[in-house]
């Protein structure tokens, strides 16, 4: 399995978003729905070995963690707005307790939490879990691990304290360039298949 974890430094955690503003009063949700259509859609299916985990940090209120899991995700589609439709649904909803997973209609579950909730989660799992940096030793496929995951941000740098969260993670790179959270798992997967 794959999993990807995306910080969304402005995207809300309840209330509303405009579908017609996604990178605008929607805290750059736009960048959120690509980084969900990357890491799960192929040409004619989905991807059934990948999650990708939303961090919405923006409030108001506490942070909130949506999870999509292509292996039982239904009725998702690959537009924007679609997938904006989708995380509107869930952050009208009240908050759920910190590493509390609540299900929100089939493949999509959310749950209270931060970066580093998810990060404890993982370790549990038994997820190695990588941050992408371009400043970093190049990824390789590595056979003999079955349960990667990947740390990426959204248009904004990780801040002090997702960078204390992440301190003894090991980071990998796709490049000697910056490139966009959705570009990133899209290489990621290409690597590792």
């Not at 691990?145 to 248009?155: H, K, P, T, V, W």
């Given at each position: 399995m794959r999993h990807f974890a995306i910080v969304g430094h402005r995207a809300p955690?309840?209330?509303?978003?405009?579908?017609?503003?996604?990178?605008?009063?929607?805290?750059?949700?736009?960048?959120?729905?690509?980084?969900?259509?990357?890491?799960?859609?192929?040409?004619h299916s989905i991807r059934e070995d990948t999650t990708i985990t939303l961090h919405l940090m923006g409030g108001p209120g506490v942070p909130r963690r949506i999870r999509f899991n292509g292996a039982n995700v239904k009725g998702l589609h690959v537009d924007e707005r679609a997938i904006g439709g989708r995380i509107r649904s869930v952050i009208s909803d009240p908050v759920p307790p910190r590493g509390q997973w609540v299900n929100h209609g089939q493949g999509i579950e959310?749950?209270?939490?931060?970066?580093?909730?998810t990060l404890n989660e993982w370790k549990d799992a038994e997820i190695k879990a990588y941050v992408l940096s371009k400043e970093a030793p190049r990824l390789v496929k590595d056979s003999?691990?079955?349960?990667?995951?990947?740390?990426?941000?959204?248009?904004?740098?990780?801040?002090?304290?997702?960078?204390?969260?992440?301190?003894?993670?090991?980071?990998?790179?796709?490049?000697?360039?910056?490139?966009?959270?959705?570009?990133?798992?899209?290489?990621?997967?290409?690597?590792?298949?």
């Open positions: 955690s309840s209330g509303s978003i405009n579908l017609n503003d996604l990178s605008g009063s929607g805290g750059r949700m736009d960048v959120l729905a690509r980084a969900i259509s990357s890491a799960l859609f192929l040409s959310h749950s209270g939490g931060d970066l580093e909730t003999d691990l079955e349960e990667l995951g990947f740390i990426l941000s959204d248009d904004r740098p990780f801040n002090p304290d997702e960078e204390r969260i992440m301190a003894g993670i090991p980071c990998c790179s796709l490049g000697d360039r910056w490139l966009q959270g959705h570009i990133a798992i899209a290489i990621v997967h290409h690597i590792l298949d």
